[in-house]
């Protein structure tokens, strides 16, 4: 099997059976990752670049070490530093980065569809490192990776996402990918924060954190995006945290086995207290490992299209 396209740009374009191949590529890369030896093969000869136009700790970080770990060229743009800040324009760069052979381009941005703009004007791969309030598929893909791995599946899960659901592109890549898994998405958080018409899309949406959270197998908590608010959408992080604000008492209502997830960075006593970002259900810090598991995957599937097309 291969993946269809040459880019990785969201989940709402995989398939189940796409992303499901991902997840088991994943697998096997985490047994490499917690090796002795994290050194492969895999990647000789091959260059990826990270092209941030946006802040990244984990995302950018996991990428590099993925390429490294398996002995690709790995390079980082720093976007400040760059011609960028002398007017160059995405597709320019993109195109310069092409021409010095750069096999996969991973890309985080403001403006959603800036890797979709990217992807039709290089040869290299694109990988979606976020986009604006569109997708971050990476991210959605080792939150998946996360439960399957803890649970054996997502099919028939209840999976309940709460805070600010409207900015979040972690929320929309996570909606695709669940949703084709077979699990049932709800989600919570100020009602100012929570788009129109998900219910087209096969997400529940409740008034208040107590109903979603009530009987939900995995609890994903989300960052509030200061950044992406142009104005107060709730009256303030104190209030935020007293009504949508994850701590043990309201994670009582899920079930005794939930798992607690969040992507990261967190604020600490707004989206979720500490006691549970530090409790025996969160799933953060494994969170981060499996980041590195599925970026390793994800190049991997990517860089071998070219010597396998033909063969399926
Ligand atoms: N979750 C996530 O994308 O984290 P970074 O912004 O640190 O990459």
């Given amino acids: 099997m291969t993946l269809k396209s040459k880019d990785l740009l969201g989940l709402k374009d995989l398939t189940e059976e796409e992303i499901e191949y991902i997840l088991r590529t994943a697998k096997t890369m985490k047994l490499i990752l917690e090796s002795k030896n994290k050194k492969t093969p895999h990647l000789q000869g091959k260059s ?10 984990r995302t950018r970080l996991s990428f590099e070490l993925a390429a490294k770990y398996m002995s690709a060229s790995a390079a980082n ?6 011609s960028v800040a002398k007017g160059e324009t995405l597709i320019d760069t993109g195109k310069t980065i092409d021409m010095m052979g750069a096999d996969v381009i991973v890309i985080r941005h403001s403006m959603a569809g800036a890797p979709h703009l990217l992807a039709r004007n290089v040869k290299a791969s694109v990988i979606n490192a976020g986009d604006g309030m569109n997708e971050h598929p990476t991210q959605a893909l080792l939150d998946m990776f996360t439960v399957v791995e803890k649970k054996g599946t997502l099919k028939g899960l209840k999976v309940a996402i709460i805070g600010d659901i409207y900015h979040s592109r972690v929320v929309r890549s996570n909606i695709w990918g669940m949703t084709k898994l077979g699990a049932e998405v709800c989600v919570a958080g100020p009602s100012t924060l929570i788009p129109r018409e998900l219910d087209k899309v096969g997400v529940k949406v409740f008034n208040t954190v107590q109903e979603a959270l009530i009987d939900a197998d995995v609890v994903m908590g989300l960052r509030i995006q200061k950044e992406r608010q142009k104005k107060g959408l709730f009256p303030s992080l104190r209030e935020y945290y007293r009504f949508f604000g994850l701590d043990d008492k309201r994670l009582k209502l899920a079930k005794e086995d939930a798992l607690v997830l969040h992507p990261g960075p967190v604020n600490r006593g707004v989206e979720l207290s500490s006691a549970v970002i530090d409790g025996d259900k969160s799933l953060i810090n494994e969170q981060v490992t499996n980041g590195v598991a599925v970026r390793m995957a994800l190049l991997y599937l990517l860089t071998r299209r070219d010597s396998v097309e033909g063969i399926n």
């Fill in 48 to 57: 990826v670049i990270t092209l941030f136009y946006e802040n990244s700790t």
């Fill in 77 to 82: 743009i720093s976007v400040a530093a760059s």
